[in-house]
């Protein structure tokens, strides 16, 4: 059985999460769903990135300790992917001292045996807000552009990743395709920047100013900074640092799984996770990633969200008002899977109404009541099995390419085709009894049966509420109509 490993990015948790997040598990939640529908040994990995000074800060401003803040968000985190149905197999923290804290030293290690960790003075403008030191081209009249403060001049000295030493065998790897990019927009993006050349990036960040991380092997003083911290979880989760063998693991997930099929990411993470993260990889001699895909940003309105416009969508207020698949069919349809994507509660409400409680919801309830007039079992119908099949290979085809909107286009097709043929056959107008009653109403059920084995990836509980009412010939509401 052949495996396939997903990834989300790991959010990170100063704050609670939002509808974006929710976006990226169920993008991935597809991608793993339907590997395992195919009989693919899935792992689907996401997880929460709870270290650094942000968090430190957000801590103290809601006066409570770290790690009881880190705590409640990441529980945020959890219940989210719980109410969204996501499949995942495993969860990661990197605040976890025994499952992450081993495998990302390890990694920064191999590094340091690599010859690809140096130690440098650096002075520069430091932004509190970035967690970074920022230059000219972030600054407005030497106030950030971002966080609206000035930075400070520090010095400090830190230890330093070789990442310039990689630009080109990257770039290598992204032009003959060993690191897919998906969409190819963002392939292009990336490799204009490794074009130009990548620079050495700070590695770490001294203890005293940073102490709510993971320490630096043999060096007390320093602190991980963000990209061995982080992007290390996607292999610490299988297991990478456990055990006490130097060079090989025996009986980790890691040799299975890694490396990773699809790491599903957003767009402004993709020069860590197309540049940073491939760098490091090579350095250790670790594989690199098969595919990166990568999603755009949930507008409001056509506006960007904010905690200052106060135009945040929370998902869990659309789960409990509106259910899980409703949300997920939103954000699967609607947002083009790799571009931008805008909501408003108009256009949900207006897509739940037209395509889940009539389309989909009225059909599925038609023909579930009319087939209580006799006792009718499914037929197979020759025009719907011909459509079904088309459209199964269009799905297998529209999830590799990672449009999730596309194939469910392909599957509300069916839909209508359904809609359609029973408006045609008027079969409530038939006698219960006669052959063409049966045969109308065989095949519909045939189609709906099919339809909700189709959505299973997308909308799993609807698919398993609708393949249940025609077994066992119930009648259910899937989607009540919104007035
Ligand atoms: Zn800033």
Redesign the pocket.
Known sequence: MSKFYVTTSIPYVNAPPHIGHALEFIQADVLARSQRAAGRDVFFLTGADEHGVKIVRAAEESKKTTKKFVDENTEKIKKLIKILNISNDDFIRTTDKKRHWPGAQKLWMKLVEAGDIYKKKYKGLY?A??EAF?TDK?LVNGI?A??K?KPEIIEEENYFFRLSKYSKKIELFVKNGKLKVSPVSRRNEILSLLKEGLEDISFSRPAKSLSWGIPVPNDPNHTMYVWCDALSNYITALGYGQGNSKYKIPNTKYWHYWPADVQVIGKDILRFHAAIWPGMLLAAKLPLPKTIFVHGFITVGGKKMSKTIGNVIDPFEIVKKYGADALRYYLLHEIPSGEDGDFTYEKFEERYNADLAKGLGNLVARVLTLSQKNNIKAVKNKNFDAAIKKTEKQIEKFINEFRFNNALVAIWRLVASGNKYIDEKKPWALKPESKEFKEIIGSLLFLISDIGALLSPFLPETSEKVIEAVKNKKLIVLFPRLL
């Open positions: 932004c807000g970035h920022v972030d950030c971002i966080h403060t």
